[in-house]
Each structure stands twice: as structure tokens, then as C-alpha cells.
């Protein structure tokens, strides 16, 4: 029997290397971003390689627009058995007393709020056939706090508690829970927590090897593909070049 997954923010980065790589796992993949044009390109690249996609463009911070999505479902992609909580962003790296008020907003709107909205909409399923996996995307900032990072951590924070109480709540419910708290990796990120200031992105990488989203895809394919009886709780990896969040070598 064909599984089928739903990836958000699968325009890019984490999220269309996850998405490709269900794809070529055999997955029926749903894949969901607010970028038409890229989320087109992405269904484009799936069905190159033999995937069956269905693509939902909407912005996960909004829940009608989320639950409306859901909803319009074709019957062969209604039943999610691996939800991908990849959605998410970081705006800005200023100290907290300098920081935009509405940098705090979009980080806490996306990253929790819109984990929670499609997390909601899709576990009700899970629950009443018995089974299924969710993946929440964390990162490094969900486990150390560096200068300049302080709501996007927060919001990795919040993503990881939650993470551990849906594990809690859904324990006896037959549906998995795990995350990936990934370091440095070079995708769009840093391009976009920087208002698509290409120098200074490029800097955040300055004299060491980042990881790339192919990376990501590993550990995530490591974790979906695990007996019944083994649930990975959360994979940390970073680049050999970095210890936490804020201690890196740099030659």
C-alpha cells in the first residue's frame, strides 16, 4: 500500500529536498507553500521522477486557509500517514531591546502557530485509524539560545516542548512522534533571515563546511524508516565544524 505524506514549506530548502526524497522513497507526497510559481516547479521536479503530488498553496499561519486546503483533498490523498512540519523562519539577528516587532510576529506566527494549525488538522486522522508519524523540523535553537537569536529561539523552544507533548499525548494512540534539531546548513535561511542580503548570509558560513538539505532528507529518511516498535525521539546534527549554536571552528 502506497503512504502518503504532507511536507509544508516544501518551496525550498529542507522542505523540497524532504519532499523529493519521500518521492523517491515511493511516498504519494502533498506538498504546501506560499510561493505558487516554486510550489509548481516542486510538483514539476516530483513528477519527473515518478511521484504522485498534489500541491496546496496556502500560508500555514492562517487557519481557515489551512483547514480549507486540507479539506480540498482529492479521496487518494486524504488519509496522511507521515506529516512533515518543515515550515519555518528566521527574521532578523538583532539584540532583543532592537529587534522589529513584527520580525517577532512572522517567526512566532510560522513557526508555532502554523505547526500547531496543520498539526491539528491532520493528527484527529492519525488518532482514529491508529497509527501514523509526525516530524516536527526543529533546530540547535531549540536547544542552546545564542546572542541575537532570542524569539527564534524561543520559537524552537516552544516547537521542541510541544514535540515532546504530543508524544506524551499520542503514546497510547499508536502514532509516532520525532523531530530534527539541525546546525548550520546552507538553504535559503540565512538568505531570508537577512532580507535577502546575499553577503551577509554567505557570511554566516565564512571558513567552514555547512550542511546542506540533503542532509536533513537523510536524517528524516533514517527516522521514517525504523521498525514499528523503534520511534527516534530527535536527531541533533550539525557540521563537523560546530559544537552548539554559537561555538563553531572556523579556519
Known amino acids: 500500500m502506497i503512504k502518503t505524506a504532507l511536507v509544508t514549506g516544501a518551496t525550498a530548502g529542507f522542505g523540497r529536498a524532504i519532499a523529493l526524497r519521500l518521492g523517491k522513497l515511493g511516498y504519494r ?38 483547514q480549507k486546503a486540507i479539506e480540498s483533498l482529492p479521496e487518494k490523498f486524504r488519509q496522511i500517514d507521515l506529516l512533515v512540519n518543515n515550515a519555518g523562519l528566521a527574521a532578523g539577528q538583532a539584540p532583543f531591546d532592537k529587534c522589529v516587532l513584527n520580525d517577532f510576529e512572522r517567526m512566532i506566527d510560522t513557526n508555532i502557530k502554523g505547526l500547531i494549525y496543520v498539526s491539528k488538522l491532520i493528527i484527529p486522522q492519525m488518532v482514529e485509524r491508529g497509527s501514523g508519524h509526525i516530524v516536527n523540523i526543529s533546530s540547535i535553537a531549540g536547544i542552546d539560545v545564542y546572542p541575537g537569536g532570542n524569539i527564534y529561539c524561543a520559537t524552537k523552544h516552544a516547537v521542541n516542548a510541544i514535540t515532546k507533548g504530543m508524544r506524551l499525548d499520542l503514546l497510547d494512540k499508536g502514532v509516532k512522534v520525532s523531530s530534527i534539531s539541525p546546525g548550520m546548513a546552507e538553504t535559503e535561511f540565512s538568505l531570508v533571515r537577512f532580507d535577502g542580503d546575499e553577503q551577509r548570509a554567505k557570511s554566516v558560513y565564512d571558513g567552514l563546511v555547512p550542511m546542506d538539505a ?38
Open 29 to 66: 507526497v502533498i506538498i504546501t507553500g506560499r510561493r505558487k510559481e516554486r510550489l509548481e516547479d516542486v510538483a514539476k521536479d516530483l513528477q519527473n521522477i515518478g511521484t504522485e503530488v498534489f500541491a496546496l498553496n496556502f500560508d500555514v499561519r492562517n487557519f481557515e486557509a489551512s
Open 214 to 251: 540533503d542532509d536533513i532528507a537523510d536524517a528524516l529518511e533514517f527516522i521514517i524508516t525504523r521498525p514499528p516498535h523503534v520511534c527516534i525521539q530527535d536527531i541533533l546534527l550539525t557540521p563537523s565544524a560546530q559544537a552548539n549554536a554559537y561555538v563553531s571552528f572556523r579556519k
